[in-house]
């Protein structure tokens, strides 16, 4: 990483201890800095159970060893997170960015919309060619209401945790945003991440599920064709919210704009929306290069 002319560095934090440190100044004025607090929460938990995650860099901001702005940029593989408690002057992430390697693409996940535009910067300084660039709406529960959510499952399904040894190719397999190396994903998320499906009674075929992706954010809620007008989505959506509630957890979701029946779900429960979140993938610069189901 090149620092000339900036004497503001990224740092790379190692231990769980420290970025425990970083997500807890995210605490301030709550919620409107849940999204930062949750990627780091997230990452904190998996520091937790594995200190040495192979393609796995988490990087804070500091100049005269101190930190700015409590800002963290984490690239765990191909997917890039970013935050600031800085909602206003974004010259400091621009200052981050521009410090990264961008040359095997990256996919900038779920940042906040009041921090895009360091990320537009960046691609249009560095003529990168984007895959996608797209908006989704932030949906908000508190995790007092989300605890008090009922599950009424139909009569022939039942609802328990996800198993990454039966259930993660399924998901891979009918996932719409399935990419090279998603499958690794998946089964990550369902060993490390809260998550929640809906089974069918004595053949045990699951048939809806809803996972927890990196940045804290509900994703991948999903329901086989044959199966949906059943109320399935609702009832995994409950599912995973009422955990996360009794855990203490306030619950975010991210909704395409035009996906009425997944905004439909989250609002009937009672969320609201709350912001304004993108999701943005660079193409690689280099030849030939492409992440594998692996590490």
């Known amino acids: 990483m090149s620092d000339k002319g900036n004497n503001k560095k990224l740092i790379e934090i190692h231990n769980a201890e420290d970025i425990q440190k970083l997500r807890d100044h995210y605490l301030k004025d ?3 800095h849940c999204v930062g607090y949750y990627c780091l929460n997230n990452f904190f938990k998996w520091k937790k159970l594995n200190s040495n995650i192979k393609n796995l860099k988490i990087y804070t901001l500091r100049e005269d060893g101190d930190h700015v702005e409590a800002l963290y940029v ?5 997917q890039l997170f970013i935050g600031s408690l800085n909602s206003n002057n974004c010259e400091n992430l621009s200052k981050a960015l521009e410090q990264l390697d961008w040359s095997g693409g990256l996919k900038v996940s779920s940042f906040r ?4 535009q360091p990320v537009v910067n960046v691609v249009r300084n560095r003529c990168l060619q984007c895959e996608y660039d797209s908006l989704t709406l932030m949906y908000y529960m508190a995790h007092h209401k989300a605890k008090e959510l009922e599950i009424c499952c139909p009569k022939g399904y039942y609802v328990k945790p996800l198993s990454s040894a039966t259930d993660a190719e399924i998901i891979d397999s009918l996932w719409p945003n399935r990419h090279q190396g998603s499958l690794f ?3 990550r998320l369902i060993d490390w991440n809260a998550n929640m499906g809906v089974y069918v009674d004595g053949t045990n075929e699951l048939v809806a599920w809803c996972l927890r992706l990196q940045g804290g954010f509900l994703g ?3 329901v086989k064709n044959d199966y949906k007008r059943l109320g399935l989505g609702s009832v995994v959506t409950r599912a995973i919210s009422r ?3 009794e855990q203490g957890e306030d619950v975010m979701a ?3 704009e035009d996906n009425q029946p997944s905004r439909g779900i989250f609002e009937k429960l009672g969320f609201t929306v709350t912001d304004r979140c993108y999701w943005l993938r660079t193409l690689p610069t280099v030849e030939n290069f492409s992440w594998p189901d692996g590490e």
Not at 74 to 78: A, G, H, L
């Open 30 to 32: 709550w919620p409107q």
């Open 243 to 245: 955990s996360l509630g």
């Open 254 to 256: 991210l909704v395409n």
């Open 220 to 222: 991948a809620l999903q």
């Open 74 to 78: 984490i690239v765990d593989r191909y």
């Open 185 to 187: 994903l998946i089964k």
């Open 113 to 116: 919309e009041c921090h895009r």
